[in-house]
């Protein structure tokens, strides 16, 4: 067996951040978590350092780091202590993990993941944000820093568990479609009108799945699913042609490899994040995740469907912006962001998430993506459309 792997969890107090720790928890003598990190949520991040004993804790909200030393050093807990944005990706880089576990939510985690590129070490990535805003660039990252990505988000793992080799040359490979599935959310079936006065609670029971806000927003609006077409894309170099969305309610199938001889070959398992985070930190070795065996003859009959592109717009949008290439996909996302702040805030329509997104796409023909910095400003002047937008509607 390998030795131990030394894990960096940025987003630690979140829910990929929690079901990473409860696995590292698992097998203490292959993994530990050497550094946590979480944006503004002092006491869950002290509670997790009581428990883990990491060599180094980081609060990304700088005016929060002196409550952070006094509750650590009040619950005993002895170790480094740093604050700010670029505090999170400076721990990426340095010598206190060779992993990382990219679980921010949003752009915000753009830095960080990009840093654990270039480094060179194992970067399991859930923050699909990231790959969608700057996919280019993270490659770029990647190829330089010689190291390896491990798809955490459960449909491109499955994918990567399907593929030969991980993420081969899919023509060489015969390798025709990716099917990626879709729970459809919580909202599958209903109509447009039906959909008009959806609150933030109700679009965040997600039926299958236990996630963060934003996530289980972008699920029932179906922009989640659009995100993962681009980060499939991305992963895999898959042109938007060879990926197809299939709705499948029971998140048993997470996703399927369709190849030239007619094979489709699927992973499945029962919705639980531990499977993907797992697999990708003991790849290529397996282990214990938690995890209850999938019976499928109490699940007796899977269910699958297209997607409903008329009512979830946003799905189709996200195609849109990757067929039209260059930044596209940031400003999606950037847009998306803000919209679906402003609805988990009360000041925005379900429905309308995706007219701003598509009025911001509109307002912002797709530029070539150069570098992060321009990337940045692409991603703040999209955010400014998208207020501004926000605001004239009400
Ligand atoms: P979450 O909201 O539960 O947790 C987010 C974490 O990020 C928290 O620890 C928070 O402190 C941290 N964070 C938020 N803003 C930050 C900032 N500005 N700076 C530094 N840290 C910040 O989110 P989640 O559901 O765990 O999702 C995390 C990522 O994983 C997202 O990109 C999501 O799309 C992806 N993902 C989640 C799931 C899931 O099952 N939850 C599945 C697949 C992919
Ligand atoms: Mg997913």
Redesign the pocket.
């Given at each position: 067996m390998s030795s131990i792997r030394h894990i960096a969890v940025?987003?630690?107090?979140?829910?990929?951040?929690?079901?990473t720790l409860d696995v590292i928890a698992r097998h203490p003598e292959r993994f530990r978590a050497s550094v946590l990190?979480?944006?503004?949520?002092v006491d869950?991040?002290v509670a997790l350092c009581a428990q883990h004993r990491p060599a180094l804790a980081v609060i990304?909200?700088s005016a929060l780091e002196g409550e952070l030393a006094r509750k650590l050093a009040a619950a005993g807990v002895h170790c480094d202590i740093a604050a700010g944005?670029d505090a999170?990706t400076a721990a990426v880089s340095g010598n206190r993990c060779d992993t990382v576990v990219?679980?921010?939510?949003?752009a915000?985690?753009l830095d960080?993941t990009l840093a654990a590129a270039r480094s060179g070490k194992r970067l399991l990535l859930?923050?699909?944000?990231?790959i969608v805003m700057a996919g280019p660039l993270l490659l770029a990252a990647l190829q330089e820093g010689g190291g390896e990505l491990i798809p955490?988000?459960?449909?491109h793992n499955a994918i990567f568990q399907c593929l030969p080799g991980g993420r081969p040359n899919l023509g060489q490979s015969g390798v025709r479609r990716l099917i990626l599935t879709a729970s459809g959310g919580p909202f599958r079936g209903r109509t447009r009108a039906e959909l008009s006065a959806i609150t933030p609670d109700q679009a965040c029971k997600h039926p299958n799945?236990?996630?963060?806000?934003?996530?289980?927003v972008?699920s029932a609006t179906l922009m989640?699913k659009g995100?993962e077409v681009i980060e499939a894309h991305h992963l895999f170099n898959a042109s938007a042609d060879m990926i197809d969305v299939l709705v499948h309610p029971q998140s048993l199938v997470h996703s399927l490899v369709e190849y030239i001889d007619g094979s489709v070959l699927a992973q499945l398992g029962n919705p639980d994040?531990r499977t993907?985070i797992a697999h990708a930190l003991a790849w290529p070795e397996r282990v214990d995740a938690g995890v209850a065996p999938l019976d499928l003859a109490a699940h007796a009959a899977l269910h699958f469907e297209a997607p409903d592109l008329p009512t979830f717009r946003c799905l189709a949008l996200a195609f849109q912006a990757l067929r039209a290439g260059g930044d596209a996909p940031a400003i999606l996302n950037a847009a998306n962001e803000v919209a679906v702040e402003a609805f988990l805030t009360g000041a925005l329509p379900f429905l309308s998430i995706a007219d701003v997104v598509e009025s911001v796409l509109t307002e912002l023909p797709p530029q070539a993506v150069v570098d992060v910095q321009s990337l940045t400003e692409r991603d703040r002047t999209a955010r400014e459309a998208a207020r501004r937008i926000l605001r004239n509607a009400c």
């Amino acid at each position: 067996m390998s030795s131990i792997r030394h894990i960096a969890v940025l987003g630690a107090t979140g829910s990929i951040g929690g079901n990473t720790l409860d696995v590292i928890a698992r097998h203490p003598e292959r993994f530990r978590a050497s550094v946590l990190t979480a944006h503004r949520q002092v006491d869950p991040l002290v509670a997790l350092c009581a428990q883990h004993r990491p060599a180094l804790a980081v609060i990304g909200d700088s005016a929060l780091e002196g409550e952070l030393a006094r509750k650590l050093a009040a619950a005993g807990v002895h170790c480094d202590i740093a604050a700010g944005h670029d505090a999170i990706t400076a721990a990426v880089s340095g010598n206190r993990c060779d992993t990382v576990v990219a679980a921010i939510v949003g752009a915000a985690g753009l830095d960080s993941t990009l840093a654990a590129a270039r480094s060179g070490k194992r970067l399991l990535l859930a923050n699909k944000e990231s790959i969608v805003m700057a996919g280019p660039l993270l490659l770029a990252a990647l190829q330089e820093g010689g190291g390896e990505l491990i798809p955490v988000d459960s449909e491109h793992n499955a994918i990567f568990q399907c593929l030969p080799g991980g993420r081969p040359n899919l023509g060489q490979s015969g390798v025709r479609r990716l099917i990626l599935t879709a729970s459809g959310g919580p909202f599958r079936g209903r109509t447009r009108a039906e959909l008009s006065a959806i609150t933030p609670d109700q679009a965040c029971k997600h039926p299958n799945w236990v996630m963060g806000r934003k996530i289980s927003v972008d699920s029932a609006t179906l922009m989640n699913k659009g995100l993962e077409v681009i980060e499939a894309h991305h992963l895999f170099n898959a042109s938007a042609d060879m990926i197809d969305v299939l709705v499948h309610p029971q998140s048993l199938v997470h996703s399927l490899v369709e190849y030239i001889d007619g094979s489709v070959l699927a992973q499945l398992g029962n919705p639980d994040m531990r499977t993907a985070i797992a697999h990708a930190l003991a790849w290529p070795e397996r282990v214990d995740a938690g995890v209850a065996p999938l019976d499928l003859a109490a699940h007796a009959a899977l269910h699958f469907e297209a997607p409903d592109l008329p009512t979830f717009r946003c799905l189709a949008l996200a195609f849109q912006a990757l067929r039209a290439g260059g930044d596209a996909p940031a400003i999606l996302n950037a847009a998306n962001e803000v919209a679906v702040e402003a609805f988990l805030t009360g000041a925005l329509p379900f429905l309308s998430i995706a007219d701003v997104v598509e009025s911001v796409l509109t307002e912002l023909p797709p530029q070539a993506v150069v570098d992060v910095q321009s990337l940045t400003e692409r991603d703040r002047t999209a955010r400014e459309a998208a207020r501004r937008i926000l605001r004239n509607a009400c």
